[in-house]
């Protein structure tokens, strides 16, 4: 059974910071293509970071570069994605997803993680 399981989301003051994880399972996870997506209220999900499947590799949306990082650990199926000088823009549903690279097309989706930033 496929798994995504996000983390680590929250209330946090504007300037503050965030790290979400998400620990995958049920499928071999160093073979996917790992990304984060937001859904803020009334706006569609936007794609927010991605790495590649053999890491170091990492792509950002324009609103983030320079304060989000992404990253991954194979060993622990665990894909992170560490939120800094958040504001509230960055208020949203944040979601995992896997995309595989090799063969036949899968997309798995988490069960998504509120992440709120006010005073």
């Known amino acids: 059974q496929v798994q995504l399981v996000e983390s680590g989301g929250g209330l946090v003051r504007p300037g503050g910071s965030l790290r979400l994880s998400c620990t995958a399972s049920?499928?071999?996870?160093?073979?996917?293509?790992m990304s984060w997506y937001r859904q803020a209220p009334g706006k569609e999900r936007e794609l927010v970071a991605v790495m590649r499947y053999a890491g170091g590799s990492a792509n950002y949306a324009d609103s983030v570069k320079g304060r989000f990082t992404i990253s991954r650990d194979n060993a622990k199926n665990t894909v992170y994605l560490q939120m800094d000088s958040l504001n509230p823009d960055d208020t949203a549903v944040y979601y995992c997803?896997?995309?595989?690279?090799?063969?036949?097309?899968?997309?798995?989706w988490g069960q998504g993680t509120q992440v709120t930033v006010s005073s």
């Open positions: 997803n896997a995309r595989s690279v090799f063969g036949r097309l899968f997309v798995y």
């Open positions: 049920g499928f071999t996870f160093s073979t996917y293509t």
